[in-house]
């Protein structure tokens, strides 16, 4: 096998190592977005703003690391330069999420919008990635294409 196949492959990741990837960065982005809840809620957030209530961004934290996990995988196996993709890709996905909270800090969509919850939501999307973002990097790790 010559060096520039070796290369080109994508590195292989054991389930192992899958699930125990995924699910510290679940477990990671979950505490930081506790702490960035409580904190805010400490600050004068109302309580009433569901974005801060565990039960809402429990899930959504989990759904949004699968989902980043997902499109991390899909750019790895497709993509023929995926850390540059993926360089591009990340910060547009996250501003991205950012949209709905611009919104809400405008038009007050959720009960007991204040900018200070609007804030602390935006920051809990920011704080998901920069979590997720380096546990994807070793749980599924990117080739040296070129």
């Given amino acids: 096998m010559s060096?520039?196949?070796?290369?080109?492959?994508?590195?292989?990741?054991s389930a192992g190592r899958i699930a125990g990837g995924l699910a510290a960065a679940v477990l990671a982005a979950l505490v930081v977005n506790a702490v960035i809840a409580v904190l805010a809620l400490a600050a004068g957030a109302s309580d009433g703003f569901p974005p801060l209530q565990a039960s809402s961004y429990i899930s959504l934290t989990v759904v949004g690391v699968l989902a980043g996990a997902a499109g991390w995988a899909a750019v790895r196996r497709w993509s023929r330069q995926p850390?540059?993709?993926?360089?591009?890709?990340?910060?547009?996905?996250?501003?991205?999420?950012?949209?709905?909270?611009?919104?809400?800090?405008?038009?007050a969509?959720?009960?007991?919008?204040?900018?200070?919850?609007?804030?602390?939501l935006m920051v809990m999307h920011?704080?998901?990635?920069?979590?997720?973002?380096?546990?994807?990097?070793?749980?599924?790790?990117l080739s040296t294409r070129r």
Avoid: C, K, Y
């Avoid at 060096?3 to 990741?13: C, G, I, L, R």
């Avoid at 993926?86 to 950012?98: D, E, G, K, T």
């Avoid at 998901?128 to 546990?135: F, Q």
């Fill in 3 to 13: 060096h520039a196949a070796e290369t080109d492959a994508v590195p292989s990741a």
């Fill in 83 to 107: 850390a540059t993709v993926l360089r591009l890709l990340v910060p547009i996905v996250v501003a991205v999420s950012l949209l709905p909270d611009i919104a809400m800090f405008f038009t």
């Fill in 109 to 120: 969509m959720q009960p007991n919008t204040t900018a200070l919850g609007v804030v602390a």
């Fill in 126 to 141: 920011v704080a998901t990635a920069a979590v997720a973002v380096p546990l994807f990097a070793w749980t599924l790790p």
